[in-house]
């Protein structure tokens, strides 16, 4: 049977495009090993500028005052100052009405008697699941009006700042960025912090993913270096990487870590996000992901990078933190090769 030349045509081309695919998978793998070898230096490790993600629950009144006291007496053994508290998500245009966080005010009351020096900033975003009428359109600039007014409102009732997490983010997307301006300019000398999509590993990897997965899982390091020139503080979700082994986890966080300090100005604080969950996208992520190979990763870059006065691990999220991922968190990243601090819960 001849094969008509058309035919022909597309599987040579469609045979090159996936013998470039798996070239530049080989190569990510090879790299990602390579990155997670060394021995981290003694001080890396927490210099009290980790996160924490929290639930819904906290604000909408599921979450009483004792509540608050038994995470505090975690929290007080941990090296968290910042936590990011769900208080949305944004409807479809835009607006936070304030029955989405009706506990709120008792919320903070009970968090400044326990946790005076630890930040509360509202974690706002859209309804992910495509199945639901949540995507905000960013380019329309009455929804980005509506979006301001409210965090601000959050910010005017006591929350410390604002945590923006919309996904997904395309990379370049200038209309995120004027949320970000417009943010600024409203909430003023309030936190402005922003949970980041991962960073291109290696040039190349962005295009046949997106083509993959219908949307963009990577930011090039421009347009993250200008994501984080106008926020405070970069949380960078390296969770659910795909990626099957320890080792290869382990590579991808130091190179996330790497290019996220390179690529953030000075004065803007980096955060790694560290899976505290264990319901990955990807069956074998729960496997490979953990909160010790996070922290692991987290030391070998800063190590590699050399002393960052505001680098730090965020929790992913504390409704789904077992009490092995809390003790990861301490043997890995706040105390290094030791037991977890006296007293801490267990």
Not at 226 to 247: E, F, G, H, N
Request: hydrophobic share 45%.
């Amino acid at each position: 049977m001849t094969i008509p030349g058309p035919v022909r045509r597309f599987l040579k081309w469609a045979g090159i495009a996936l013998a470039v695919l798996l070239a530049l998978c080989l190569a990510a793998v090879g790299a990602l090993r390579l990155q997670f070898a060394g021995t981290p230096a003694a001080w890396a490790k927490s210099t009290g500028h980790d996160a924490l993600w929290m639930g819904h629950a906290w604000v909408d009144g599921r979450k009483t005052a004792a509540d608050v006291d038994r995470l505090a007496a975690r929290i007080r053994q941990s090296g968290i100052s910042d936590v990011y508290v769900h208080s949305g998500p944004f409807g479809a245009d835009g607006t936070l009405p304030p029955d989405k966080y009706p506990n709120a005010r008792n919320f903070l009351k009970w968090w400044q008697e326990k946790l005076p020096g630890v930040r509360v900033s509202a974690w706002l975003g859209q309804v992910v699941d495509e199945d639901v009428d949540g995507h905000v359109d960013l380019a329309d600039p009455a929804t980005r009006a509506r979006i301001v007014a409210g965090a601000k409102a959050l910010t005017d009732l006591g929350f410390d700042g604002v945590h923006y997490d919309f996904e997904p983010v395309p990379d370049g997307d200038p209309a995120f960025l004027s949320v970000l301006k417009e943010t600024r300019r409203a909430v003023g000398g309030k936190l402005l912090s922003v949970a980041t999509q991962q960073i291109e590993p290696l040039p190349g990897l962005r295009f046949p993913l997106r083509l993959v997965i219908g949307h963009e899982k990577y930011w090039t390091t421009g347009y993250f270096a200008q994501v984080a020139a106008l926020t405070d503080q970069v949380a960078v979700m390296t969770y659910d990487s795909w990626t099957p082994l320890p080792s290869l986890y382990g590579g991808h966080v130091v190179r996330q870590a790497e290019l996220a300090m390179d690529a953030a100005p000075p004065g803007t604080a980096v955060l790694i996000g560290a899976p505290a969950y264990h319901d990955h996208i990807v069956g074998l992520s729960d496997h490979a992901e953990s909160v010790a190979t996070a922290a692991d990763g987290a030391r070998l870059a800063l190590t590699e990078h050399g002393p960052r006065a505001q680098f730090g691990m965020a929790l992913y999220v504390d409704f789904a933190a077992t009490e092995e991922d809390w003790k990861e968190y301490q043997t890995a990243w706040v105390r290094p090769g030791l037991p977890p601090a006296a007293g801490f819960p267990g």
